[in-house]
C-alpha cells in the first residue's frame, strides 16, 4: 500500500506528523511532501523536527519538484492525505492551481479518482472557505477538519489528536488502536 502525505502550513502540524508516525508503523510506503511553512510550523508547534518526520516516510519530495513521481497519475497509490491543510492549500485544490508538488498530488488523486483526504484546519470559516469546501468535495474530495468527539471520554490532547488521526486512517481502511469506537448504549 502507497499512500501520498502532504503536510501545509496551517496550524496543526501534529496531525500531519502523527499520521506519518502511523503510517510507518502499519508499514504503508509514505510518500511525504512538506510546503516551506509546514516545515517551520512542525518545529514550532511539535516536539519533532523535521528530519525526524521525513526518516518516517519511504519517500521525500521537494515541494518545488513537479517531475516527482507523485505528480503523475501512472504512480498508482491508495490516495493521499493533506494534514494539516491550510486554506491557501484548499484554494488551489479547488481551482486546480498546480504551482507545487503538494497541490499537483493531491489534483492526481482527484482526476485518478483516488481517495484524497484533507484536515482541512481554519476557523471561523466565511462563505469563501466554504465553497472552496464545496468545490472539492463535489470534485471527490474527502473533507475531515479536526474536529474532536468526545464519547471516547478523552483525557489528554494526545487522545483528541489520536481520534482525528484514527479517523483519517479509517478512510484507508488502516487497523489502528487510537480511539474506542462508539459501542452504542
Not at 156 to 184: A, C, M, P, S, Y
Request: proline share 3%; glycine share 8%.
Amino acid at each position: 500500500m502507497k499512500i501520498i502525505v502532504g503536510i501545509s502550513g496551517a496550524t496543526g502540524a501534529i496531525y500531519g506528523v502523527r499520521i506519518v508516525e502511523e503510517l510507518h508503523r502499519a508499514g504503508v510506503e509514505t510518500h511525504l511532501v512538506i510546503s516551506d511553512v509546514g516545515k517551520k510550523t512542525i518545529e514550532l508547534e511539535t516536539g519533532y523536527t523535521v528530519r525526524q518526520v521525513e526518516e518516517m516516510a519511504a519517500e521525500v519530495h521537494s515541494i518545488c519538484n513537479l517531475a516527482a513521481s507523485i505528480s503523475s497519475g501512472s504512480f498508482r497509490t491508495e490516495g493521499m492525505i493533506i494534514a494539516p491543510c491550510s486554506i491557501k492549500s484548499l484554494s488551489a485544490i479547488a481551482n486546480s492551481f498546480n504551482t507545487n508538488l503538494l497541490i499537483r498530488a493531491a489534483d492526481v488523486q482527484i482526476k485518478e479518482k483516488r481517495k484524497l483526504v484533507m484536515v482541512v484546519r481554519e476557523t471561523p470559516l466565511h462563505l469563501g472557505h466554504l465553497r472552496l469546501m464545496t468545490m472539492v468535495a463535489e470534485a471527490g474530495a474527502i473533507l475531515l477538519p479536526p474536529m474532536p468527539a468526545f464519547y471516547h471520554l478523552p483525557r489528554t490532547l494526545d487522545d483528541i489528536i489520536n481520534q482525528t488521526v484514527g479517523k483519517v486512517l479509517d478512510q484507508f481502511h488502516i487497523e489502528h488502536n487510537l480511539f474506542n469506537r462508539w459501542q452504542g448504549i
